[in-house]
C-alpha cells in the first residue's frame, strides 16, 4: 500500500470514530424518558454501558488500523518518502534503538520519526531510550552518544549521530546490504575528480555551459569534479575507489564510472573494458560533446548496443530557463533507473543512438523532443536546415558480448556535467545517478533513496521576477533620483 493510500485509511478511520461519537451523542439526546422504579435505574446502566461499550470498541478499532494524521501544510509529523520507502521494502528484520536527549527538540522530533516508521513495517523492530533515565539499559548496548541510531542487524552493528530520519534509513540501508560494493572511477584521461571542493561551481569562474562549437574551448577548472556524488555512495555504504587503465579492471569493481574522459583511449584500453563487460561487469559511461571518441571504443559501445553521435543538441521547446542547449527532461522510459524521476535538465548534450547487437538489449532511458536538431558546426549557421527529431540522450543496454561468460549492463549518457557538483543536488540529476548505480550493480529491487546533500544557498527568480527587478533597480531607482533632482532644480532655479 502507497503512503497516500495509508493516509487516506488513517482519515477514514479517523471519521469513523467521530461518526460513532455524533450517533452516540445524538442517540442519547433522543432517548425517551424513563419510568420510575427499578426500570430508571436498569435503563441508565444499560445505557451508560451501551456507551461504553461503542466508545472502547471504536478505540480500539482505532489503535489496531494505527491511524496517523499529519494535519501540517509541510508534513512535519510524517517521515520522508525516501524513509517511508526504505522501510516497506524491508526483506530481513532491523532491530534500531534510538538513544534520545530528552530536552532536545530535535531529538524528540526524531523519536516521534523513528516510532512511526517502526509501525509501517513489522520488519522493523524500533526502541527508543533516554540515557539519563536508563543508563544501564544505554551502557549494555555500548553506546555514549546522545541523539543516536544503533541498528542491529544479522549479526552486525552501525551507529548513527543523528536526528534525520532519512539518514537513519540511509543507515537502514548500508547494514542490510548484502555484501559490500565497490564503484571504480576511471581516472587516468582527465576524468572528472571524485576528490574535491563539493561546493565549486561552474559558476564562479569563465566556464560556460553552452557548449560553443566555434572553437570547442574547455576551459579545466582546478578542484572541480564529481565529489558529491562520491559522498552520496559513501552514505549509501558504497566504497568509491580510483583507478586507472595500465592494467585488466579488478573483478571486485561492481561499476566501473568514465567521467567526462578528456583526452583519448590507447587502442587497448577498450579491449580491457571490453574484457571487463565480458566477465559480466557493468560500466557507465558521461561523455561530452567535445570528446572525441577512439574509434575501438566507439565499436566496442557500438557492439554494446550503443551509438554515441557528435554535436550539440539544441531543443528550442524542452530546454532549461533559456538556454536552448540545456536539455530538460520530463518524461522517461519505463526502466528502473528512470524511477521516482521528475524533471532532469543536461548542460549540453550529445546525440546517442541505438544499435542492433546480436544478443543485446538496449533502450533509450529518455529523449530530446521532436522539434530538436544537432548542431556541429556553428559557423556554417546549420539551425534553419537542419533536420529535426528526437534524440536519444541516454541509452541502457545488457547482454552477453561475444565471447562473453556472463550479461553485462551498461549505460550511456551523452552529457557529464549535469552529474558535476554544480548540478549534481538539483531537480532529478542526482536521483537518476544514483538509480543508474543502484541499476548497474544489480540493485535494483532494493529500495533506493538520495542522501541529503549540502546546497549553498541560492535565489531562485522567474524570467518575469529578473525583469522587474531590473527594471527598479537599473531604471526605477536611478530614474527617480534623476526625477528628484530635476524637481529641485526647477524649485531652485
Known amino acids: ?147 543516536a541510531a544503533l541498528l542491529i542487524s544479522d549479526g552486525r552493528r552501525l551507529e548513527v549521530p543523528t536526528t534525520d530520519d532519512r539518514e537513519i534509513a540511509l543507515a537502514i540501508l548500508r547494514i542490510t546490504r548484502a555484501a559490500a560494493k565497490t564503484v571504480c572511477f576511471i581516472t587516468d584521461h582527465g576524468e572528472y575528480d571524485i576528490d574535491n571542493f563539493e561546493f565549486h561551481t561552474h559558476f564562479e569562474g569563465t566556464h560556460s555551459h553552452s557548449h560553443d562549437i566555434q572553437g570547442m574551448a574547455v576551459v579545466q577548472m582546478e578542484q572541480h569534479g564529481i565529489g558529491r556524488l562520491r559522498r552520496a555512495l559513501d552514505k549509501l555504504g558504497i566504497v568509491a575507489r580510483k583507478i586507472t587503465m595500465a592494467g585488466p579492471i579488478a573483478d571486485d569493481c561492481s561499476l566501473v564510472v568514465d567521467a567526462n574522459p578528456r583526452t583519448q583511449y590507447a587502442p587497448p584500453t577498450a579491449d580491457l573494458l571490453a574484457a571487463y563487460l565480458r566477465r559480466g561487469g557493468s560500466a557507465l559511461f558521461l561523455f561530452e560533446p567535445d570528446y572525441a571518441l577512439e574509434p575501438r571504443l566507439a565499436a566496442m559501445l557500438k557492439s554494446a548496443g550503443v551509438g554515441v553521435g557528435d554535436g550539440v543538441l539544441v531543443d528550442p521547446s524542452d530546454h532549461y530557463y533559456t538556454d536552448e542547449q540545456m536539455i530538460a527532461v520530463a518524461k522517461y522510459a519505463r526502466h528502473p533507473a528512470t524511477r521516482f524521476l521528475a524533471l532532469s535538465f543536461f548542460p549540453g548534450a550529445r546525440p546517442l543512438s541505438l544499435e542492433t547487437a546480436p544478443g543485446i538489449a538496449s533502450v533509450a532511458l529518455f529523449s530530446s523532443s521532436a522539434s530538436s536538431y544537432v548542431v556541429v558546426d556553428r559557423l556554417k549557421a546549420e539551425a534553419p536546415g537542419a533536420p529535426r527529431g528526437a534524440h536519444p540522450l541516454a541509452i541502457a543496454s545488457e547482454g552477453t558480448l561475444p565471447g562473453g561468460t556472463r550479461p553485462f549492463r551498461l549505460i550511456a549518457i551523452g552529457d557529464a556535467d549535469f552529474a558535476s557538483n554544480s548540478f549534481f543536488p538539483y531537480l532529478s540529476n542526482a536521483d537518476l545517478l544514483l538509480n543508474s548505480v543502484a541499476w548497474l550493480m544489480r540493485e535494483e529491487s532494493a529500495p533506493t533513496m538520495k542522501p541529503p546533500v549540502e546546497v549553498l544557498p541560492t535565489v531562485a527568480l522567474t524570467n518575469t521576477q529578473m525583469r522587474w527587478i531590473f527594471l527598479l533597480t537599473v531604471i526605477g531607482l536611478p530614474g527617480a533620483i534623476v526625477l528628484a533632482g530635476a524637481v529641485m532644480w526647477w524649485r531652485r532655479r
Open 1 to 147: 500500500m502507497s503512503q497516500h493510500a495509508g493516509e487516506w485509511m488513517d482519515v477514514l478511520w479517523a471519521l469513523g470514530v467521530l461518526a460513532a461519537l455524533v450517533a452516540l451523542f445524538v442517540a442519547g439526546l433522543r432517548l425517551p424518558p424513563t419510568p420510575h422504579g427499578w426500570r430508571r435505574w436498569s435503563g441508565r446502566i444499560l445505557t451508560a454501558l451501551a456507551a461504553a461499550t461503542v466508545v472502547v470498541a471504536a478505540n480500539v478499532a482505532l489503535f489496531r488500523n494505527d491511524a496517523h494524521l499529519d494535519l501540517t501544510r509541510e508534513q512535519a509529523f510524517t517521515p520522508s518518502p525516501e524513509a517511508v520507502r526504505v522501510v516497506t521494502g524491508l526483506k530481513q528484520d532491523v532491530e534500531l534503538v534510538y538513544f534520545y536527549q530528552k530536552g532536545n527538540p530535535a531529538a524528540r522530533h526524531a523519536v516521534v520519526m523513528v516510532e512511526l516508521l517502526g509501525r509501517m513495517s513489522p520488519r522493523l523492530k524500533v526502541r527508543t531510550i533516554d540515557p539519563d533515565q536508563s543508563p544501564a539499559i544505554a551502557g549494555s548496548y555500548g553506546v555514549r552518544l546522545y541523539n
